[in-house]
């Protein structure tokens, strides 16, 4: 295999106390065909020293003022050279295994789209204690994203896309930072062959006190964004996909309605409420459709170990 199949990229901003864990767990892929893309937007502690250390090993580049995980990650892909883009967020860390899990399930299904299994933890870096190689990948097989038919829970350093199917697209949505990947899956929605990996986990996602899930006003704003521009049309499908689609936009609006609610952010709660009852209502019905029909089965493919 001569071409490279892999650019990660890593997005970045004050993260200086976990730029250099998430950039170490990329360098130690064993895959031999990935180039690591790091793009520091405008940094104001000492990531810019850390990223410094890394030499060549990485493709780094540096925003002069800061403008946004969308642009930064957007700029990254554009300097890509690999067939599939991982994106990793400064602060995430990917598994040891997560490359060959990649590698195996694209060359067994020629995706459009992969999305990993996330870990979700507080404390130090897993590597150290990592559970045992895994010998199996369990997935779901979808023809594209609008027919999934369970929960799913992704962000953006678990997600995989083709590189010009991502281009396509358009890319990240300029100025939708919250929940954006939740845009981006709808602009994807049908773009080919989406792989959920239910095993093994192939990202560590730290939870800390810095988290954007805990900017739930800012969330909630941008839910609204959404609701008007699957309102205005912009995401692909037409009258065809409109239940499909609410499907996929109510799932995250229940989400964060109820986080709301926890939040004490009650009027916020109701007005987003009031604008989502449908994708709501559609998700629900999904849901029940599932269970009495059952789900797409899993399936699983041998993870052959080098």
């Known amino acids: 295999m001569s ?25 130690s892929q064993k895959h031999p065909n990935k180039e690591i893309i790091v793009v520091d937007d405008n940094s104001r502690d000492g990531t ?3 990223l410094n250390t890394f030499g060549t090993s990485i493709i780094l580049v540096r925003f002069p003022i800061n403008r946004g995980a969308d642009a930064a990650r957007n700029h990254g892909a554009s300097l890509a050279s690999g067939e599939y883009l991982v994106f990793l967020d400064g602060d995430d860390v990917l598994m040891p295994w997560t490359l060959q899990v990649y590698e195996r399930l694209i060359a067994a299904e020629s995706p459009k789209i992969i999305l990993g299994r996330r870990f979700k933890s507080q404390g130090e870096d897993p590597r150290a204690a990592a ?22 829970s992704f962000g953006a350093s678990s997600f995989v896309v083709h590189r010009q199917t991502f281009w396509d697209v358009g ?10 990947m939740t845009d981006l899956l709808l602009k ?26 805990h900017a739930v006003a800012s969330i909630l704003r941008c839910a609204k964004i959404l609701l008007k521009k699957e309102r205005a049309g912009e995401y692909p499908g037409g009258r065809k996909y409109l239940f499909a689609r609410s499907t996929c936009l ?10 709301a609610v926890g939040k004490g952010l009650y ?29 797409r089965p899993v399936q699983y493919v041998n993870l052959l170990h080098d």
Request: hydrophobic letters at 50%; one cysteine or more; proline letters at 3%.
């Open 131 to 152: 559970e045992e190689f895994p010998s199996k990948i369990d997935f779901v097989n979808y023809a594209c994203w609008f027919q999934k038919d369970r929960m799913v």
């Open 3 to 27: 071409e490279l199949r892999f650019s990660i990229v890593i997005a970045c901003y004050n993260q200086e106390g976990f730029i250099r864990e998430a950039v170490e767990s990329a360098l």
């Open 171 to 180: 890319g990240w949505s300029p100025g939708v930072f919250h929940l954006d």
């Open 188 to 213: 994807l929605g049908l773009s080919g062959t989406t792989l959920v990996i239910l095993e093994p986990k192939t990202v560590w996602y730290r939870i800390h006190s810095t988290n954007v899930t």
């Open 267 to 295: 009027l916020e709660a109701v007005k987003l409420a009031a604008s989502a009852w449908f994708t709501i209502l559609a998700a629900i019905v999904r849901r029940f459709i599932a269970v009495c029909r059952g789900r």
């Open 48 to 50: 810019a020293d850390v």
């Open 250 to 259: 109510g799932g995250p609006m229940l989400s964060w309605i109820l986080v």
